[in-house]
């Protein structure tokens, strides 16, 4: 095959395209209905998704007719006019002309697809795109044509009827995408249906326009391509073929011809079984096991099992994610080698199977109604995965793996969440979960030293005297089991000229306790847990026994610890479960959400704080819409924080709520206000208003031929503060790989911090550069006549910090003053002994013992937000209606906090990948139109253009052809 007369051939080819209308009509029709489907059809601004694959999921049926309508002409015009018998004679072999025409039709489906760039780039410029899926939603549609149009030339060289060609073309076309589609794949098993898929142009083109370039993928494109070509070129041999030609000839052409149309079938089925050989083109490689999860395959000291069940018969939803399911666990089984056994499994097949995961593992199948035109039915089926290692298991269900888009009620959308993070976190639990029941020091990332700050016993209440003994005893026990990797060291404070006592008071702000209010006598009994470089302070258990000792000790050595669950505390308001309700008063904020979503990954531990002691198994503490604290409640936050621990708190001056129809702002005293002015955080008592914010859905009622309906419109609402790009501070390791994040209501928090070095202010959101301030409670929201914002600036525009972190060295709020668990103001406001004087207790009950820590190690970190709603249930579900899903970006921040703050940040890559969604920035109804009108407009001036060097190409041949022509008469 001869390349330049290939070429001759397809710009003889494209040059008669453009002769006629043909060319400039397929690419008007093909940019027009492209861009229709995109900004109407899919609703691309409705979805609020920065991607293109609303214009790549039509992309396989509508080829499927422009295809056809631009290879019918290709073959049978030259039938009909009698030319073909003449083309068969030149001296130009079948592939030549089968090829040259073939590339005119697919430069010209190329161009078409180039003109569409402008829809992409314009999406880039206003949201943050990913162009990996870009790129490969190209490519596919570039390999899905070239098939379509292989098709189309064959069929056009067996009629000369162009419409007949463009009948059966399409219809053979459609077949090869219906093949895989849901229509056909629902009616049979699991089985048959991966088949089917295997088969289908339109289910491989899914797959390819996620991100992900599978070479089997486009090997079956290309190998469609090839074969419906060498069918076309076999057909135009025949018709060279004598009817007294040789027989031999004959055969070996219709031999060869087998032989490629076999060896292209049976590569496809040999390549299924293979699935390395991909190119995950997605930021951040989201298709890809990541080295995360490799990280923690590699911790594994026993075999893990992984076993997937899958029922053949499922809801048609869920049916095209069990391949990607099935495909993602043999990925970990790679992964893993020798330690990870991979199974995926039908219960339903099984019986015994079945009753052991429904007895054993609490796995049931979910009851699913599936419909079609003739009958609806019932089927029970699994979409779970169980992990077992050892004696730990978890289970994932189909709500953990999946979620759900609605744009409305028979509109739902049903993808994989992030099936990595999932099945990895799950690994990491029945981990951390096997760890914990074994040797808690072989998990020590370090050697640690048990310091117990202790005064002699002559100072020491009598309690305390026998509780020392206590301690020690388990401390020798303790180092006996470490195998050197823990060691014990008790101190007094008071020995010698008192320096240590001095030195812990100026590094750890240790003051001497006491055992009451009016006991004269002071002394110390400080327990710590050091690696050399952090010190964490252990409480005073209260039950003084040596179970509760070795308990505090080991929870302390936990944060020393790699692979075991961590421990929040959580500090939320109390469920009323009859607000609302027989005269109640209406529910205040829930946080359900976050609850549930922390649970997945640590231990939750809610407490209100009311005896004025953090849990003594928290890692860190949590602290959302605070409101009334008292002295005991600050208290105990503060002394948490003076201890080296981490304090998040989510807080505002204000509290807006929905109720009754009708938004409500008020304002709040939350307690936490002069104890976060002592460290040098203030939150103004204003709102911050913003410009580029998240809509606000308004529920609307139209009226519409007689009926009425109800409709969300989305509003334009400053006070959904929408923080994206330069407002996320990523160089913070839990903001790394966050693109979006919405606080509701907030308020800017200033923070200053001494110029002594001992503390680090790192801002961590702030609003857009167009925001301003205001102290208005009227927070409805505001249209004018015409439907547009009613909001309008005021004042000093200028970007606010909406979220801060303070680290370092801390001094207590309540450094110099008496312990509020020792002071308890009476009626008249004296301050008294915890203790009444009738009842002193017993000499060997120890009481209230209590003490305040001055000052906090360098560990110890303040996050301060300046929204106490943005986690609420209410509105999660709210910003997400838009889309109806969750809203989880918020969620997924917190548990970023928890994971970095703890040292264990080993998932954050992956949880970045799949849950931080790439979302629109807030447009309004002007810039909509500006960005769809620019499309349009950019469409057509390519056509033009495209006429236009047509035209000018023209030109040029007209006087070459002149120039020829004399130059022969002369």
């Not at 060498?230 to 073929?241: G, I, S």
């Not at 995926?344 to 593992?361: A, G, H, R, S, W």
Request: hydrophobic content about 45%; aromatic content about 10%; charged content about 20%.
């Amino acid at each position: 095959m001869r390349p330049d007369v290939v070429m001759r051939i397809a710009r003889k080819e494209l040059t008669l395209f453009f002769a006629s209308p043909i060319g400039y009509l397929f690419l008007l029709v093909f940019l027009a209905v492209t861009l229709f489907v995109f900004f109407w059809v899919e609703a691309f601004f409705a979805r609020n998704v920065a991607d293109v694959r609303p214009m790549f999921e039509w992309m396989p049926v509508l080829l499927i007719f422009l295809s056809a309508a631009l290879t019918m002409r290709m073959w049978s015009e030259e039938r009909r006019t009698g030319t073909l018998e003449f083309v068969v004679t030149l001296p130009a072999s079948g592939w030549e002309f089968v090829v040259g025409k073939f590339l005119a039709c697919w430069m010209l489906l190329g161009l078409a697809l180039v003109l569409t760039l402008p829809l992409p780039v314009s999406v880039s410029l206003i949201a943050d795109l990913d162009w990996g899926p870009v790129i490969a939603g190209y490519v596919a549609a570039l390999m899905l044509g070239g098939a379509y149009l292989a098709i189309g030339l064959f069929v056009s060289a067996r009629t000369d009827s162009q419409i007949v060609s463009l009948i059966i073309a399409s219809a053979a076309c459609g077949v090869f995408y219906l093949i895989g589609s849901p229509v056909l794949t629902d009616l049979v098993g699991s089985q048959w249906a991966d088949l089917m898929r295997s088969m289908g142009s339109g289910s491989r083109f899914d797959a390819i326009t996620r991100g992900v370039l599978d070479f089997r993928d486009l090997y079956f494109y290309a190998s469609l391509l090839v074969l419906f070509l060498a069918l076309n070129v076999y057909a135009l041999e025949v018709q060279r073929w004598a009817a007294d030609g040789s027989p031999a000839h004959h055969r070996k052409w219709r031999l060869g011809t087998a032989l490629l149309v076999a060896n292209l079938l049976v590569a496809n089925v040999w390549l299924s079984g293979f699935s390395k050989f991909r190119l995950d083109m997605t930021e951040g490689q989201i298709y890809t096991v990541s080295d995360a999860t490799r990280n923690q395959l590699a911790q594994l000291q026993e075999p893990l099992t992984i076993r997937g069940f899958f029922s053949a018969k499922t809801h048609p939803l869920l049916a095209p994610l069990v391949p990607q399911m099935r495909d993602l666990l043999a990925e970990f089984a790679v992964a893993g080698g020798d330690r990870v056994n991979v199974e995926v499994l039908d219960p339903v097949q099984n019986p015994e199977l079945e009753d052991e995961i429904n007895t054993k593992y609490g796995i049931r199948p979910v009851p699913f109604q599936v419909a079609d035109r003739y009958q609806s039915s019932l089927v029970n089926s699994y979409f779970d995965v169980l992990v077992t290692y050892g004696d730990q298991y978890e289970v994932l269900g189909f709500r953990d793996l999946i979620e759900v888009k609605m744009a409305d009620e028979s509109d739902l959308d049903v993808q994989l969440r992030n099936p990595e993070f999932d099945v990895t976190r799950a690994i990491r639990k029945v981990l951390q979960g096997f760890q914990e029941g074994g040797d808690l020091f072989a998990s020590l990332n370090a050697p640690v030293r048990f310091v117990g700050y202790i005064s002699a016993d002559d100072v020491l209440p009598e309690a305390l005297i026998e509780y020392r003994q206590v301690l020690a005893d388990a401390l020798d026990e303790m180092a006996g089991e470490s195998d050197g990797r823990f060691t014990a060291q008790l101190l007094d404070p008071e020995a010698g000229d008192g320096a240590l006592a001095n030195q812990i008071a100026s590094e750890y702000g240790f003051q001497p306790m006491a055992a009451s209010l009016f006991d004269a006598t002071s002394f110390y009994f400080y327990l710590t847990l050091t690696d050399g470089d952090t010190v964490v302070q252990i409480p005073l258990p209260e039950g003084l026994s040596a179970e509760a000792t070795r308990r505090g000790v080991e929870e302390g050595l936990k944060r020393f610890a790699s692979g075991l669950l961590k421990t929040v505390a959580l500090v939320a308001p109390e469920v009323n479960p009859y607000a609302g309700m027989m005269g109640q008063p209406p529910g205040g904020n829930q946080f359900r959400q976050l609850t549930e979503h922390l649970q997945g990954d640590f231990n939750v531990e809610t407490t209100q704080l009311s005896d004025g002691r953090v849990p003594e198994s928290a890692d860190l503490l949590m602290v959302v819409d605070p409101e009334g604290l008292d002295g005991k409640q600050v208290f105990a936050v503060d002394q948490f924080l003076m201890r080296g621990g981490t304090v998040v708190l989510a807080t505002s001056p204000f509290n807006a709520s929905l109720q009754q129809q009708s938004l409500v702002a008020m304002p709040r005293e939350t307690g936490m206000a002069e104890w976060l002015a002592h460290h040098g955080v203030v939150l103004d008592e204003q709102f911050v208003m913003d410009p580029q914010n998240a809509a606000f859905p308004a529920p609307v009622t139209r009226q519409v031929g007689g009926f009425s309906f109800q409709e969300l419109v989305m509003l334009d609402y400053p006070y959904f503060a929408d923080v994206r790009d330069e407002g996320i501070n990523d160089e913070v390791g839990f903001l790394s790989g966050v693109r979006q994040l919405t606080l509701t209501w907030p308020s800017p928090v200033d923070a200053t911090v001494p110029d002594t070095g001992e503390r680090t202010l790192t801002t961590l959101l702030t609003s857009s550069p167009e925001s301003w301030l205001s102290d208005d409670l009227d927070v409805m929201p505001r249209i004018t006549e015409s439907g547009l914002s009613a909001f309008q600036p005021e004042g000093e525009l200028g970007p606010r910090p909406l979220a801060v972190m303070v680290e370092g060295r801390f001094e207590s709020a309540f450094a110099g003053q008496t312990s509020p668990l020792l002071a308890v103001p009476d009626s008249e406001g004296e301050i008294e002994d915890e203790r009444s004087e009738e009842d002193p207790g017993e000499e060997d009950n120890l009481g209230v013992v209590s003490s305040v820590i001055d000052f906090s190690p360098e560990s110890a970190r303040l996050i301060v937000f300046g929204s106490n709603n943005f986690l609420a249930d209410q509105i999660l579900q709210f910003i997400g209606s838009a889309e109806g899903i969750m809203y989880m970006n918020t969620l997924q921040m917190m548990v970023n906090i928890v994971d970095w703050t703890l040292e264990d940040s080993s998932l954050l890559s992956i949880r970045a990948r799949g849950h931080f969604n790439r979302t629109l920035p807030p447009l309004d109804e002007s810039a909509q139109m500006f960005v769809e009108s620019i499309n349009y407009l950019l469409a057509a001036l390519g056509v033009l253009a495209v006429f236009g060097v047509h035209r000018h190409r023209l030109a040029r041949l007209r006087a070459r052809y002149t120039a020829w022509m004399a130059g022969g008469a002369a």
